[in-house]
């Protein structure tokens, strides 16, 4: 059975689309500028030196030139994708199933382009070579960004013997605000105004706040709806692994963890960064996501006067103070009384979408 034709479909127009042949004659010039580009950086790419490089006398230079444009400049087949603001998710699974995306008002939906591992791997080799990460057999795992801020997971075999693969994750250039979310009844005005209420403090005592749910429930986007209400005086520092939030905040500073380099040496922690904000007289501190020892250090200092707020994966408020207690966050009990509100969500499917 099919399950995909239950799916509807994305289409998008090929911008260079090449037979076999041409194909085989693109890949062979491509590799040749790239053989030239090692001793000659600067070497001007154009149609003169495609018909130089051509082992054809009937190529298409033009249509080459456009092709190597693409993929230099952007991330070829799925270039279109990713200019998309209505697409939240962008999956790449292998080179014998079509891209999959995930529309903000459609939902799920299958796309009318494949690549070929090739292809896969030049994504993601270009991703990690712009963040300065390494992927490869001792580290099949990439998470990066890409220059528009979108997250980006790669891997490669040996951990998914089917082949490379890539999930990238959107953000809205224009980001969603409380006013987008109570005009699509995610949230009332009542709930609105109480949100306001919390974080602002009413300049008396801002709540620290856990917003907590599943994968893909929107939880950081209602941390990026709540920190609008946060005071323009206020010094926020924002800890995250990969950068996601998109705060609208002056006075802010945002910090990233970093990976250990090829030798195991230079990793940056979230727990390492938290330590250093203290450091930094924060009055408000924002972690991405909570899930390690980190969450010691946090609600260490949220039991010393400072107020934060962040996010964590769980099913509900319970669980929530379950996962914080126990390994490997290991929250002590007595601290657990630091959170003012958890927040918890649940994604919801429309089944008449």
Known sequence: MNQNKNLKTYKIKENVKLRNEQEMEYLSIKDKIIQLQVNTPDITIDETLIGRLSNDK???????????????????????LLKDDQLEEIMIINDKNPVYVYHRREGMMI??????????????????????????KQTPLLDARLPDGSRINATIPPITPDGPTLTIRKFKKTPITIFDLIRTNTVSTHLA????????????????????????????TTLNCICSFIPPYERVIT???????QINHDHIIRCETRPPNIENKGEITMDMLLKNSLRQRPDKIIVGEVRSKEAN??????NTGHSGMGTLHSNS??????????PPMNVPKIMINSIDFIIMQKRLYNNKK
């Open 58 to 80: 009937d190529t298409d230079v033009k249509k080459i030139l456009k092709k190597l444009k693409l993929d230099s400049e952007g991330y070829g087949k799925i270039n279109d």
């Open 111 to 136: 796309t009318n382009i494949t690549l070929n591992n090739n292809e896969i791997r030049q994504i993601i080799e270009k991703t990690a070579n712009q963040v300065q990460r390494k992927i490869d």
């Open 193 to 220: 105004a109480f949100l306001w209420m919390i974080v602002e403090g009413m300049n008396a005592y801002s709540s620290n706040i856990i917003i907590a749910g599943g994968t893909g429930s929107g939880k950081t």
């Open 317 to 326: 408020s319970h669980e929530t103070i379950t996962r914080l207690n126990n």
């Open 239 to 245: 800890i995250e692994d990969t950068l996601e939030l």
């Open 297 to 302: 250090t946090l609600f260490g200092a949220l």
